[in-house]
């Protein structure tokens, strides 16, 4: 389960070995998101934080870039336990270029801005 304390040890986590500056989250009005000491954690990091608005799949990067690719990748393979998925899915991961996530990031910004264009609306693309 994910609550506060688990979600600001991850942002932690980010912080240590991966995000320094510059970092702007997309955040939904989830309790993880909007308790006082996630917002206290993200003022301490100088970390931005943008309000995903309310039904907007189109711009949950997860749903639109990186969840149908692993859907297509694990179209072919059987796996007998959940371990050796855990891996496979891990090794894929790594084994995905820069340009895979850049070119994400940058769908992303262009259906973010369509949607704040729309006020919210529910867009394709």
């Not at 369509?114 to 867009?123: A, E, M, R, S, T």
Request: glycine fraction near 4%; include cysteine.
């Amino acid at each position: 389960m994910i609550n506060a304390a688990v979600y600001c040890r991850t942002l932690r986590r980010l912080r240590r070995d991966i995000l320094t500056s510059g970092v702007l989250l997309i955040h939904d009005n989830a309790r993880p998101h909007s308790t006082a000491v996630t917002q206290q954690l993200l003022q301490q990091f100088k970390w931005d934080a943008s309000d995903h608005p309310v039904y907007s799949p189109d711009i949950a990067t997860s749903d639109f870039h990186l969840f149908p690719q692993l859907k297509n990748w694990l179209g072919g393979p059987s796996f007998q336990k959940n371990e050796e998925i855990q891996s496979k899915v891990k090794a894929h991961f790594i084994s995905l270029v820069t340009t895979f996530f850049e070119k994400g990031i940058g769908n992303l910004a262009h259906r973010y801005h369509k949607c704040l264009n729309l006020h919210g609306d529910y867009v394709e693309k």
